[in-house]
């Protein structure tokens, strides 16, 4: 069945739907008269405003026939505004323009003040929504702003993030602390040569020489835990005899020492002739020289990788020198003489070590003369 009026056509106002949330000035009068006031001897609800004597008038806005402006309410009227249905004079009522049209309101259409301020808020609105995507695309003021906002929490939030990544990233690891990094990776400070007492990590310290180093090759870096290419050596220019001493954190036996030399140094330049003390009244001695020999080169020997592969570490196989077992806190190095060299001498790392009698992870065994 066809619509009695076809879509576009002009159909009176009485039969076009009503916005919500309108209610006519008799509505509203008669909900406030109803629900205020208490049950009333007259049928109006409302007594009569009338002097005694005359004919009562019966002004009731619910039961009125005559359609008067809301505006002027001494004028009876037949028109009505086309939105909201308020009866409203011809004073009162504007032709709705074009533009405005929307919904069941149509251009010409007798509308309110009210509904035609609505009416122009609307139209307003659609023209918004149906703007082109070019300046759908630019930005409004408020979306600068939320931006802004936005940018200034994450600046606020970013800046100190950045600042302390940068600041990590741009101070160098020292040896010293790549070693403490190196024997947590490892799982502890053990190794198949024994435990090194005399490092910085476990608290060794460098106490003084006999005779100068060089610079940028201190002494330190024969207990920085490093003998590779990577990490500098110890070197000096001073005539030999040189006496390095050294203190153990604590008082420890030790049985064990090691000396190293650096992958990066010439073999002339090595330590020969040397001499291991131990102490453990103060850093002046007295010393119980628990070693004395010559480090022999051809001992010292490049680690081969298996199948011929550069090895990850560039550490060199050294002979370690078995001593006695002797309490230890302070050490005493002294290199009577090098390999040859007149330039200086050099040596990567002094090692100081306790090694278990039985090897760890060994298997047990028999002690001879036992029953
Ligand atoms: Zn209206
Ligand atoms: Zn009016």
Redesign the pocket.
């Known amino acids: 069945m066809a619509p009695p009026y076809a879509n576009g056509t002009r159909r009176p106002y009485w039969e076009r739907r009503r916005p919500a949330g309108h209610l006519t000035r008799n509505h509203r009068l008669s909900l406030t008269v109803r629900s205020v006031r208490p049950a009333s001897p007259y049928p109006s609800g409302v007594p009569p405003r009338v002097a005694p004597g005359h004919a009562p008038v019966r002004i009731h806005p619910g039961a009125e026939r005559e359609r008067r402006c809301y505006d002027h309410p001494h004028r009876v009227i037949q028109t009505a505004?086309a939105?909201?249905r308020?009866p409203f004079c011809a004073d009162c009522l504007t032709p709705v323009p074009p533009a405005q049209a929307s919904g069941t309101v149509v251009s010409g259409d007798p509308?309110?003040r009210?509904?035609r301020e609505e009416l122009a808020h609307l139209a307003v609105r659609r023209a918004w929504d149906r703007r082109p995507w070019w300046q759908r695309l630019r930005p409004t003021w408020q979306d600068m702003r939320r931006a802004a906002v936005t940018s200034a929490i994450i600046g606020a939030i970013a800046l100190p993030i950045g600042v302390i990544v940068r600041e990590i990233v741009a101070s160098p690891i020292t040896p010293e602390e790549f070693a403490r990094i190196a024997f947590a990776l490892r799982g502890g400070f053990g190794g198949p040569e024994g435990t090194n007492y005399l490092n910085t990590v476990l608290g060794g310290t460098y106490l003084g020489a006999s005779a100068p180093s060089a610079t940028g090759y201190e002494p330190t870096r024969l207990i920085d835990t490093w003998a590779t290419a990577r990490v500098p050596a110890w070197r000096t220019a001073s005539a030999l005899p040189i006496e390095l001493t050294f203190a153990l954190p604590n008082q420890t036996v030790a049985n064990r020492a090691i000396l190293r030399p650096h992958p990066g140094e010439a073999r002339d330049t090595w330590p020969r002739a040397f001499e291991v003390a131990f102490s453990t009244v103060g850093p002046s001695g007295p010393w119980t020289v628990v070693l004395d020999t010559d480090l022999d080169p051809g001992t010292v020997a490049t680690p081969t990788a298996p199948g011929g592969a550069t090895p990850a570490d560039d550490r060199f196989v050294v002979p370690s020198f078995e001593v006695r077992e002797t309490p230890v806190r302070w050490v005493r190095l002294v290199i009577r003489s090098n390999g040859g060299s007149r330039d200086y001498t050099s040596l990567g790392e002094f090692e100081v070590l306790y090694a278990p009698r039985t090897p760890l992870g060994a298997p047990p065994s028999v002690v001879p003369g036992r029953p």
């Open positions: 505004c939105r909201c308020t509308a309110c009210r509904c």
